[in-house]
Every structure is written in structure tokens, then in C-alpha cells.
T-cell receptor, first 111, second 117 residues
Framework: KQEVTQIPAALSVPEGENLVLNCSFT??????LQWFRQDPGKGLTSLLL?????REQTSGRLNASLDKSSGRSTLYIAASQPGDSATYLC??????????FGDGTTLTVKP | DGGITQSPKYLFRKEGQNVTLSCEQN?????MYWYRQDPGQGLRLIYY???????QKGDIAEGYSVSREKKESFPLTVTSAQKNPTAFYLC????????????????FGDGTRLSIL
């Protein structure tokens, strides 16, 4: 059974700092990996999706990498802003359409 | 604008009562999903449907039921058999198995928060 772990559970950084969020998974036979943002009391917003054949994806200040062999993905956020404060979740997808989620990392960016 | 609509935003259940959460999408997606989120935790899959008139149990299906009579709609019923229903429920959709690509992001609604009276 796939297990997804996100460390740390919470992270606090000053504005402007670059940071990395980590996601690890136990079964490397994945279909894709998706990073989401969740604001308090809200649904999930998709940030980046990496297909199993890809190594990374970029969108603006965000860069996500995938290393299937080691069971790891990272989300890099450049020049963090207070508006980036949210919970970030990673989800590992199968070709049956199911996804397994990590518990998330809650990020606070202080002005 | 295309998207997923969940209603109601807040719902209260009495003991022994069944309640139904609505999920509607206008993205023309084949696949739809229901997740449960408890405080400080990630999402756990309750049920999913890859095509109309078909659905499968997820990891925590006990005490829940679903139907998929229309492509746009995937309602979730929380039955009285679910002894701990208080949670945040999220509905999602994706293109589905007919779109043969791993580039299929899941799109989410804004959720329904269910509490016990």
C-alpha cells in the first residue's frame, strides 16, 4: 500500500527566503505526482503535476522535482511572500485514477 | 467558468440521520472522487467513479454511499452507520481513463463541512 510522508509538518520563514518542501512515497510505481495548495477552510488548488516520465515542472516561482527511484519529490518556492502562507499537499497518483495524499506542510511566511 | 460546485458549505447531522452532500461539475470530466479530510491530516479516498453508472470503494467507504447517474453529478450520502462523520468533505474530478495520459490533474471543489448536532 502506498504511503506518502511530508516533512516538516510546519515551517515558518521570513519573507524573501527560498524554501523546499519535501514529499516521500514508498512505492515507486507511480503514474504522476501532484502538488496542491490549501488555504484554511478551502478546497485544494493544483499547483504542479509531474508525470512519471518527467523529472521536474516549473510554474512561476515554483519548481517541483521528482525522483521515482528514491521515492522523493520536492517543491521549491523562490523568494517567498506572505501570500504563499498555506498548507501544501502532495498526492501520488495511480493509473486507476486514485491518489494517495500526504498530511501536508503548513507554511507561514512572515513579513 | 468551468468548475466543481459542492453544496451545502456547512451541514449538520442529527443522530440516526442520513445526509447527502452534493457535487456537480461542468468540466466534462469522466472521473469523480470523494475525499474526507480530518483536522491536520491529508485526504482519504471514500469513493471514486471513472465513468457514469460505475463507482468503486476507496480506502474508507464504510458508512458512506454514492451514485453516478449523470456525468455531471456524484452525490455522497453519509449514512447513520458512519459513527464519526464530523469532517471536511472534498469532491474532485479529472478527465478519466478515456484520456490516456498521466497528465491529468485533479480539480477540487470548495468542500462541505459536516458536523454532528
Amino acid at each position: 500500500k502506498q504511503e506518502v510522508t511530508q516533512i516538516p509538518a510546519a515551517l515558518s520563514v521570513p519573507e524573501g527566503e527560498n524554501l523546499v518542501l519535501n514529499c516521500s512515497f514508498t512505492d515507486s510505481a507511480i503514474y504522476n505526482l501532484q502538488w496542491f495548495r490549501q488555504d484554511p477552510g478551502k478546497g485544494l488548488t493544483s499547483l504542479l503535476l509531474i508525470q512519471s516520465s518527467q523529472r521536474e515542472q516549473t510554474s512561476g516561482r515554483l519548481n517541483a522535482s521528482l525522483d521515482k527511484s528514491s521515492g522523493r519529490s520536492t517543491l521549491y518556492i523562490a523568494a517567498s511572500q506572505p501570500g504563499d502562507s498555506a498548507t501544501y499537499l502532495c498526492a501520488v497518483g495511480t493509473n486507476a485514477g486514485k491518489s494517495t495524499f500526504g498530511d501536508g506542510t503548513t507554511l507561514t511566511v512572515k513579513p | 467558468d468551468g468548475g466543481i460546485t459542492q453544496s451545502p458549505k456547512y451541514l449538520f447531522r442529527k443522530e440516526g440521520q442520513n445526509v447527502t452532500l452534493s457535487c456537480e461539475q461542468n468540466l466534462n470530466h469522466d472521473a469523480m472522487y470523494w475525499y474526507r479530510q480530518d483536522p491536520g491530516q491529508g485526504l482519504r479516498l471514500i469513493y471514486y467513479s471513472q465513468i457514469v453508472n460505475d463507482f468503486q470503494k476507496g480506502d474508507i467507504a464504510e458508512g458512506y454511499s454514492v451514485s453516478r447517474e449523470k456525468k455531471e453529478s456524484f452525490p455522497l450520502t453519509v449514512t447513520s452507520a458512519q459513527k464519526n462523520p464530523t469532517a471536511f468533505y472534498l469532491c474532485a474530478s479529472s478527465m478519466g481513463p478515456t484520456f490516456r495520459s498521466s497528465n491529468q490533474p485533479q480539480h477540487f471543489g470548495d468542500g462541505t463541512r459536516l458536523s454532528i448536532l
